[in-house]
Nanobody, 127 residues
Framework: AVRLVGSGGGSVEAGGSLRLSCTAS????????MAWFRQAPGKEREGVAV???????IYADSVKGRFTISQDNAKNTLYLQMNSLKPEETAMYYC?????????????????????WGQGTQVTVSS
């Protein structure tokens, strides 16, 4: 099974930046579809960004232009660079993974599409 370990969360002031990391093991990392989700207190988990094995990406509208998802296949690590953070983005951030779809189809930001989940890393943005 795929094991995901997220890290890099912390506290930052509004307008600041953080970079989250997620290290994967148990599968060929370069073949996985990877994503970041977040869940704020009292809210449902929402998709933030997806990256497919071919490097194509999808972002939630709320983070476009501020967040960047990337991966380093040599290090089996997924990243989420978050800039211009807002207090309302305080949440637990989770990385997720799934086997690639056949036929060239891409994953979306729906959590039910992902079989493997990291333990979460807390991001707190103060105003």
């Amino acid at each position: 099974a795929v094991r995901l370990v997220g890290s890099g969360g912390g506290s930052v002031e509004a307008g600041g930046s953080l970079r989250l990391s997620c290290t994967a093991s148990g599968a060929t990392f370069s073949s996985l579809s990877m994503a970041w989700f977040r869940q704020a207190p009292g809210k449902e988990r929402e998709g933030v960004a997806v990256i497919e094995s071919d490097g194509s990406t999808i972002y939630a509208d709320s983070v476009k232009g501020r967040f960047t998802i990337s991966q380093d296949n040599a290090k089996n690590t997924l990243y989420l660079q978050m800039n211009s953070l807002k207090p309302e983005e305080t949440a637990m951030y989770y990385c997720a993974a799934d086997a690639p779809y056949s036929g060239g189809y891409s994953h979306s930001l729906l959590e039910q599409e992902y079989d493997y989940w990291g333990q979460g890393t807390q991001v707190t943005v103060s105003s």
